[in-house]
């Protein structure tokens, strides 16, 4: 019988001596929570992450899972907090932010490209993944709606005091860039990659639509039809970004035609 295990990050706050002059977000641990609740009403293995979990600590323990991951069992990372990018000569490399260190769009993607078992892998990211360097920005809170980038300023502040450690990485996992994996991996992400996503106190923009879609949704909905609605729910209230659906190393036919989060 098929098992499905869930992991859940959500950070809102970083290091401040490692991110000097971060603003706090106030809804990501609030947005893994409630994945976190949903998955484990789907029958998922839901483990929460701590807050102030490091980069380290999470590729360990999703190398610890895969290892006991079989033949058609459901692998599901959902992470909410800050996104930002490290402009390296091309292409640019979008991050997730850990407590004291960004990590790396490929680094991500090469956890599973030596995986020789047919296990299903989605990936849900509410978080910022902006087009162009110049393009970040730390937007300002306008009636309670903050954005989840990360200042360019203190992105670079970060990538100078971990430097040796990036260029380290960004060398050693430079064959998965543009997310040149053999293994087909799903993901449901906040926007484009131009875009930055927002939050208010409650939720982030996209994990509330999420939800939303989610109560709304009928029994046979797949992937890309839970995108679907979210995207338009997101559209029917004005907001700007625009969630997006992307399938790395190929078509898996369960992952396409099947309930979503059916294990």
Known sequence: MSKGISIHVGIDKLDGS????????????????????????????ACLMPKNIQKESLVQFISDVLKILEDGDFLLFTFAGHGA??????????????????????EVYSLFDTLEKDIRILLIFDSCHSGDAGMLFESPVEDGVRSRDLAFETMVEN???????????????????????????????????????????????????????WEMRNATDTIPDLHDAIKKSML????????????????????????????
């Open 236 to 263: 029917d209230e004005g907001i700007t970004q625009i969630p997006q659906l992307k399938r790395y190393g190929g078509i898996h036919p369960r992952l396409e035609n099947e309930p979503i989060l059916k294990i």
């Open 159 to 213: 990538v100078k005091k971990n430097a040796e450690n990036y260029l380290m990485r960004i060398e050693r996992f430079k064959e998965f860039e543009n997310e040149n994996i053999r293994v087909p991996v799903y993901l449901m992400a906040a926007c484009r990659k131009e875009e930055v996503a927002k939050e208010d106190d409650d939720y982030g923009f996209y994990t509330r639509h999420f939800l939303k879609a």
């Open 18 to 45: 490692w991110y000097p002059g971060f603003k706090p977000l106030k809804a990501a641990y609030k947005d893994a929570s409630a994945m976190q609740e949903l998955a484990y009403s789907m029958g998922f293995s």
């Open 85 to 106: 990018q490290i402009p390296k000569d091309d292409p640019i490399h979008e991050t997730l932010c850990f407590y004291y260190m960004q990590m790396l769009d490929s």
